[in-house]
């Protein structure tokens, strides 16, 4: 592509309030066959769809990871929740609530990769990404979509379910509002809502040493650390300041 042309796509960029345009301008060129597809591609852009359904990829933990319209993209704020998974070298891990399966496929030294989710363009998006590693994909609601002879298995179950408030949803910017599912962004009336369920049935599924992770943000900490305790958990919040992320991490009380 010429230097004018990259000038052009920038300029388009800027006018639509995207704050990263050369950045966004050099992605969108290298993924462009063609100036046709050049004009398709930043036309979905330029109307509000997100940059990672408009290329089909999203780069996370160094890697790029497959994404689909209607899938939720992972944040980097989540690699935090990777490196607290992986600094326990689990063998056997969950990724519950997988989305695309960006961060089950991200934890290094996993023998044994399970992961489920509801949300059916979810769960397709996760099997092409985690066929690559030889990971494993399960439909359906938490817990209920994995067969019984798992119960007991998982050195680390890593969770990143949705945890904005009902109510917060309608401020989101229009990226995440619009074109990511309510499913994956609604957390219930206080955000925790389904902290409280993966906490409650995870002691059944955890190896003895095991430990559950999820993700949360710094107003939601104290209810999701709240939610580990009732369920019997001991629990700790994590925090990196680099990645402005949060993750609660816990263990069966012996």
Same mark, same amino acid.
């Given at each position: ?16 309030? @995207? ?64 490196? @607290? ?12 609530? @997988? ?156």
């Amino acid at each position: 592509m010429a230097q004018l042309e990259f000038d052009e796509v920038v300029t388009s960029l800027r006018a639509a309030g @995207c704050v990263f345009a050369e950045e966004e301008a050099e992605i969108l060129i290298e993924s462009a066959s063609n100036s046709a597809e050049l004009t398709e591609l930043l036309g979905r852009r330029i109307a509000g769809e997100p940059l990672e359904h408009v290329v089909g990829w999203v780069w996370f933990c160094g890697r790029r990871i497959a994404v689909a319209q209607g899938v939720f993209v992972p944040r980097r704020r989540t690699e935090f929740l990777v490196e @607290c998974a992986a600094a326990l070298h689990p063998s056997t891990l969950l990724d519950l609530c @997988c989305g695309s399966g960006a961060i089950g496929m991200s934890v290094t030294g996993v023998a044994e990769l399970y992961a489920a989710d509801i949300d059916d363009a979810a769960v397709g998006c996760a099997r092409r990404n985690l066929d690559s590693v030889g990971g494993t994909v399960y439909s359906g609601d938490l817990y209920d979509a994995l067969p019984p002879n798992l119960h007991g298995r998982f050195d680390a179950i890593v969770v990143n379910a949705p945890y904005v408030p009902t109510a917060d949803i309608a401020l989101m910017p229009g990226e995440a509002r619009i074109h990511e599912p309510r499913i994956a962004l609604d957390g219930g009336a206080d955000g925790a809502g389904l902290h409280r369920r993966v906490a409650a049935e995870a002691n059944q599924w955890l190896a003895p040493e095991g430990r559950l992770l999820i993700e949360t943000s710094a107003l939601l900490a104290n209810s999701t650390l709240e939610a580990f305790v009732e369920a019997g958990f001991t629990a700790t919040i994590s925090e990196s300041e680099t990645l402005d992320a949060v993750v609660v991490i816990g263990s069966i009380v012996e």
